[in-house]
């Protein structure tokens, strides 16, 4: 992102803590370029707790956070990566020992998050269940914004997330206040239109030119890429810090990271799904995006109901019904998981 722009007023405070988590997105994160990492801590925030890279650790690592809760309510900004366990199954992710007591990862969200001035999500897991809360799903975890009903969360998903989704929104914060999002609380500056609008091989899949293969130079549509549902902008912004890559420049179909239904909706990641078909809908390819979330908000599918899409498409893809295992994992943590 530039950072040319207005300069912070002071530094605000930033806590990240990690629940059920690989620890990817903020291992990703770490790989910013502009400004990179270091420029970063010392010159705009304050970054005052981190789960994994931050010196302090046991009791003074609590303490931390106690003084976040007691001295700074409404002035931190509050970064959780993972799902949380909830239940009986609290004591699957322990953030630490608090008055001789696990401080479950369930309780410093609640705690945390009642105070923070802004949420985020980081990656998937957080914002929308994602693999730690995959089937069988043994830890009974809930994505951030389960456990948080009542606040606004700004969901970032990905797996793991670009360096710059969540920098970018950190920074607009911090200089801006939030940016605008789209009905799942992603910003619109990173999540505003799918991968399949903005590909490369766009014009390949205009020709019906289809990969047969992995490898293959051509539209992966065929070989289960999930571009047409996918909203990122990894095909503009790229990855590996200086912007070389992504995922189908590199030959393998897009997976559909940062969608709600990742990962169980999306499998098998590699095969191109029965097609669907239905008489007398055509629409333009560029126009998916924008219906298949209206279809996924008002539960007559999945991200995509059954593609309504071109006359290609129609004839090329199938997306089965909403993913009803994920809607209930959210109602159930809407129905009085919170404390």
């Given at each position: 992102m530039d950072v040319d722009g207005p300069k912070p007023k002071g530094k605000p405070v930033v806590l990240w803590i990690g629940t059920n988590t690989c620890a990817g997105d903020l291992l990703s994160f770490l790989n910013n370029s502009n400004p990179d990492y270091h420029a970063w801590v010392n010159e705009y925030v304050d970054f005052r707790y981190d789960y994994l890279?931050?010196?302090?650790?046991?009791?003074?690592?609590?303490?931390?956070?106690?003084?976040?809760?007691?001295?700074?309510?409404?002035?931190?900004?509050?970064i959780v990566e993972g799902t949380v366990p909830v239940g009986s199954k609290e004591l699957c992710s322990v953030i630490g020992i608090r008055n001789g007591e696990p401080w479950t990862a369930f309780q410093a969200v609640r705690e945390l998050g009642a105070k923070a001035e802004y949420i985020i999500a980081a990656g998937t897991c957080a914002a929308f269940g994602g693999p730690y809360a995959a089937d069988p799903n043994p830890s009974d975890s809930l994505p951030l914004q389960a456990v948080l009903r009542e606040r606004t969360i700004i969901n970032v998903p990905g797996c793991p997330i670009n360096p710059e989704w969540m920098m970018g929104t950190i920074n607009h914060l911090i200089m801006y206040g939030v940016p605008e999002l789209d009905g799942l609380n992603r910003p619109k500056l990173f999540y505003g239109q799918t991968i399949h609008d903005q590909c490369q091989r766009r014009v390949h899949y205009e020709n019906s030119v289809f990969a047969q293969r992995l490898g293959e130079p051509w539209c992966m549509y065929k070989l289960g890429c999930k571009g047409p549902t996918t909203y990122a902008d990894c095909p503009s912004r790229q990855w590996n810090s200086e912007h070389l890559n992504w995922p189908v420049k590199a030959n393998t179909p897009c997976i559909g990271c940062t969608s709600p239904e990742f990962p169980d909706g999306d499998m098998p990641f590699f095969e191109h799904l029965p097609d669907v078909k239905l008489p007398g809908i055509k629409m333009r390819a560029n126009q998916v995006g924008k219906w298949a979330g209206l279809f996924t908000a008002i539960g007559i599918g999945r991200h995509l109901a059954a593609n309504i899409l071109t006359g290609r498409l129609a004839g090329n893809y199938k997306r089965d019904l909403v993913n009803l295992r994920r809607k209930k994992i959210f109602k159930k943590g809407f129905r009085g998981k919170g404390k």
């Open positions: 890279i931050g010196a302090a650790e046991g009791p003074r690592n609590v303490e931390i956070l106690e003084s976040a809760l007691t001295d700074m309510p409404g002035q931190y900004i509050l």
